[in-house]
């Protein structure tokens, strides 16, 4: 069951497109990562796919933003002003068990209810992972976001990715890397309007 | 100075005047913030997020209103709730409601101008995350006012100030009535003229006291600190 | 994490403020009146005894007589107390009145700097102080807002046929006491009544030069108009009948500025329903 598909799909702003998806599909539990030096619109092309930004041109279909749909998460996490539960709370609507359950898979229950302004980058990137994880995502958009993770995060994120099916992963990276293992590469490549193509047969490799 | 003596004498002898008038002033000034603000915040918000001609055209209007001549208000605040205007069935006219009307009109603008400019100030990120997120409107609209609550604090400030001492529209609309509707602008202003200097000096020493202290509760910490 | 004050407490607190602060009580009796009257502290003085003996509680709105002619005719006040014969002529004549006494009168006087220049308290009258006034080129401090006082100077001064000549005319556009300081700052003469000259006595350097001449009596009315709101009329009628025909004469009569008597009730056999009637003139 496929829960992004795009065709022909241009992103950009204003009208003027920056970047284009020539065919991509991504299903429930699918891992994918979209590669591309910087500049080359990789922002732009998870934005759109996460809904926040309309297409230019071409088709976009699929879960839209929100709970149960597309969440995107910023390569430097904005929290709101309050504690780390409170942030994940917002994610999970209020729901308190969806809430403690995803604080759990990041392992940040321990410091969640410290305020956000007191907490390490490390582990404000697990409380924005818990917060996207708490709304329940159809799949995630990290641009990048699992970059700072410490230790300790980076030990729970993995532990997320692999078994979490039933959530698709998109992540955004200069290059593809072991992060997510067993994920489909795409690459955007260099030009006046980037291409994202897929690099056929690669699949991440395994730790 | 023996006016000035006198002013202080009747300040802390607690002449029940003086601080029945300094209790109006409040009241009536606290009374339109905080309609200001049930409608001014709002407002603001959702002209931060509007696009086109049209939502730029309020924004301006708005900016233009903060400036407002506060006997420009009271007069047609008063043709408006005069008996023989369309309003006067409401008898609200020299009330304390009709002062009350008045500084809601004069706070209103500034309270909604600097709350749009402060939701427009916050980062992109903030509203892509609520909105990715899926949050509902209502959420949306107390989690971004939230992030900007220093600003908009430092905005309730600027207009309680303003409203607290204005002499047009509370003269106009309120008469000025002994027990009623004097408040500490409309008395200094009466008292001069009626030659009783020490009263409006001690008057003047309260309201110079309260302006003051609003004036450096917006530059303090306090406030800078949770911005 | 958020606003501590939920949107909604906020409106109801709001709604609260509001609501208490709304239309005053059926017991509760709007007039407006001079600011001459007001600043003389006679109402202030003389209404608690009013409400003591009705329970009816008055809103003095104190502003020039113009603008208290106009509150009648808006409606915004339910009874006034005026000191301006052709205005109150006017509401007679455009049927607005439903009731109207003469009650009291004080006394307009002429003052002056101590040297008196030009020799007003030699004149033979009010109208002679004033040409005399013109003719040695002497200052004059002027109210200039239409107040009762200034029309009554106006009147004089065309009775006399002559003005101080050009900025010798100094118009304050202010009310009796402002007036007065200007006039001591400049050491002009100046029309004033007694109560508020008494009243500043210490803090200006101006003196009665001349007073007791029927031109400068002012007759005070109280009035209700045809706009007053039926369900205030009792009150407005019983406080018109307190003042004009009730215990207010000797509270009046017994009202001290300065230390003297400035107002006096009506003499019982004078004319009550002419608004240029003066205090001498009996009843027809």
Redesign the interface.
Known sequence: MSVVRARDLAVGYDGRAVATVAQLTIGSGDRVIVAGPNGSGKTTVL?TL?R?LAPVAGTLEGVG???G??????P???L????GL?NVL??A?GARDDAMQALDALDAAPFARAHVRTMSNGQRQRIALA??LA?RPAVLLLDEADSGLDGDGQAAWRQVVATRRDIAIVVAAHRTNGEVPGARCYVLSAGAVPVLVPVPGALSPEP | MTALSDALRLIVTGDADVWHITAVSLFVSLAALTLATAAGVPLGYALAHARGRAARSVSSLLHTLTALPTVVVGLLLYFTLSASGPLGWMELLYTRAAMVVGQTVLALPIVAALTLVAVQRLPAAAFETAASLGLSPMTRLVVLVGEARGAIVSALLLAFARVFTELGAAVILGGNIRGETRTLTTVIALEHTKGDDARALALGVILLAIALAVNTLVHSRWVRGAR | MILTIPMTRFLLAAALTVATACAPPADTLRIATTTSVDNSGLLEAILPAFTRDTGYRVHVIATGSGQAINLGRRGDVAMLITHEPIGERALFDDGLVRYYRKFMFNRFVIAGPPGDPARVSRAASAVDAMRRIAAAGAPFASRGDESGTHVREKTLWAAAGVRPAGSLLIETGQGMASTLRVASERQSYVLTDEATLAQLAPVVAIGVLFMRDDALSNTYAVSILTTTRPHRSPAAESLARWLAEGPARDLIAGFEAGGRQVFFPWPPDADTLTPESMPGATRQ
Not at chain 1, 69 to 74: L, R
């Open positions: 934005k996460a926040l933003a929100g709970p749909g597309a969440i995107y998460v910023h430097s996490p904005f709101f002003e309050g504690s409170d917002l994610g609507h917060r996207a709304a």
